[in-house]
Every structure is written in structure tokens, then in C-alpha cells.
């Protein structure tokens, strides 16, 4: 039984990290999982799997499962039952963080699954939500706005183009090189598509961290953190502002979404080893 014990681990354990890989692709990750425990000698309806793990898009578990016979008991006449015989291992796959350019800005108003033919739309506009959409976590350095949005992003009202960052640099400085060439490519974090869709149709259902609240549009304030399940980074190209006061940024979509918050990046980039880790 522990000769039995062991192969199930190691087949459990090479079935999860490979199928990690393929997170958040849940069903190509099944099917990796399922592949790699045939090339270990199992059956596929021996392999269970779980993924979302833990309500954890980057993580999933597979359980390999042996039915085991006690042959040596009918030998001495005792009726002992066969029993199961399992081993499991949860792999978290690797998350690189993002540290390419983005906008501090949060598009609150514009469902970028619907935009018109030209695919362009604004932010930070006079028309609400526009005045709610600059946001405070970020920082600037190498010619770039830096996003801190791991844990949610924190709103600031109104048209503070003096505003400074979390390095202490000020937003007008920073929208004065970014904003200078057109043609560039930008990114901007935005709500997901079906939250912006509920909210412009008035219901309350963004998400504010440390409230148990949901809230529409209109009862957003100064100082929300919006809750980092709800965003999503858009890829875009920077069109044209208000070159008088840097505000109504056109950007057009390029109909590329990342799923940040489950490590869906921009070209797979970013800073980390980016590894999975067995982690049971």
C-alpha cells in the first residue's frame, strides 16, 4: 500500500504542476492534469480535480485515486473489502507582477465590450462617472505611471492635476510626457464589462473594500477603494486630451483585456519568477 501511496503522489504531483500552466484556462488545465496522470500509469476516471481551488483562480488541486484489494485475506478465509487508496497535490501557479505602463485612471463608465466602430472612448471626463475615474495608487519613474492595484484601487474625485503619487511625484508632470506623443500605447484599469453594464443602468453593484455595501455609480466617493475582483487592465492607444488641462483622454481599445487580478498579463511580463509551487 505505501509503494501504491507514493506512485499516487507523484502522479498527483506532476499532473498539478503541469496542469498549473494552463490556469486560468480551467478546462485545458483538466485536461492537461487528466493526460499527464494517464502518462503515469493511471486511468483517467482516477484523477479528480478541483479549480477554482480555494475560491483561487491560480490554484487547483488533483487527487489520484487507486482501489486497492486485500488478495491476502481470502487466502486466510477473512471477507476484507477493497478500499480506496488516494493522494493529492494543490499547486498554486506562478503570478508575475505587472510593471508595465498604466494610466491612474479607472474607466468606470464606458463597457468596452460595446464601444462604437472606432473603438474609442474617454476618461477622466466632466460627465459623471468621468469626474470619479482618477485614482491614487501609483507612482511614476522611468517615463512610466506604475498602478498599485493588488488591493484595490482608491479613488479621487474631481481634477486634482497636482495630485501626488505614492513616490511622492505629482500626476501633471507624469500626463505631461505620457500624453505628449499620440499614437502611444497605454493601458488604463477599468471595472469588468458586466459591472460597468449593471452600473450605468443604476444598480448598486461595485464592490468597496472594508464595506459590506454594494454601491452605484452615483454614491461613489473620494477615498472608495474599489475591490481588486472587479478590475480588469484594458490595452489601448492614446489618442488625444484637453491639451489645456490634460483631462478627456481618448483612448481607443485595441480589444485586448487582461485579467490581472488571476495573472493575465500583458505578453506574459512582468517582475517574479512567475514559477508554480507545490504547495500541498
Known amino acids: 500500500m505505501y509503494k501504491i501511496k507514493a506512485s499516487l503522489k507523484n502522479a498527483a504531483d506532476a499532473s498539478a504542476l503541469a496542469a498549473a500552466r494552463e490556469l486560468p484556462d480551467v478546462a485545458k488545465a483538466n485536461d492537461v492534469a487528466k493526460t499527464v496522470a494517464v502518462l503515469n500509469g493511471l486511468s483517467q476516471n482516477m484523477v479528480t480535480i478541483e479549480s477554482p481551488y480555494e475560491n ?26 477493497p478500499i480506496d487508496i488516494s493522494a493529492s497535490a494543490v499547486v498554486k501557479k506562478g503570478v508575475k507582477a505587472w510593471s508595465g505602463q498604466a494610466l491612474p485612471f479607472l474607466n468606470l463608465g464606458y463597457d468596452y465590450t460595446n464601444l462604437p466602430v472606432n473603438k474609442q472612448f474617454k476618461i477622466w471626463t466632466s460627465v459623471a462617472p468621468g469626474d ?71 444598480q448598486a453593484v461595485i464592490k468597496i473594500v472594508g464595506d459590506n455595501k454594494l454601491k452605484t455609480l452615483k454614491q461613489l466617493k473620494q477615498g472608495d477603494v474599489i475591490d481588486p475582483s472587479q478590475l480588469i487592465l484594458l490595452e489601448c492607444i492614446y489618442n488625444s486630451c484637453d491639451l489645456s488641462n490634460q483631462h478627456n483622454i481618448v483612448l481607443t481599445y485595441s480589444g485586448n483585456s487582461y485579467d490581472i487580478m488571476n495573472g493575465v498579463l500583458p505578453g506574459g511580463g512582468g517582475s517574479g519568477s512567475g514559477k508554480s509551487k507545490l504547495i500541498k
Do not use: M
Open 56 to 81: 483561487d483562480a491560480t490554484k487547483i488541486k488533483v487527487t489520484c485515486t487507486q482501489r486497492y484489494s486485500f488478495n491476502f485475506a481470502k487466502v486466510l478465509g477473512d471477507a476484507i473489502s
Open 132 to 202: 470619479k475615474e482618477l485614482i491614487s495608487d501609483w507612482s511614476f519613474s522611468n517615463n512610466s505611471f506604475v498602478v498599485d492595484y493588488k488591493d484595490g484601487v482608491t479613488l479621487k474625485t474631481g481634477y486634482a492635476n497636482g495630485l501626488k503619487g505614492l513616490d511622492g511625484s505629482t500626476l501633471k508632470d507624469g500626463l505631461d510626457i505620457i500624453l505628449a506623443d499620440v499614437g502611444t500605447q497605454a493601458y488604463v484599469i477599468s471595472l469588468k464589462a458586466d459591472i460597468i453594464q449593471q452600473a450605468v443602468a443604476g
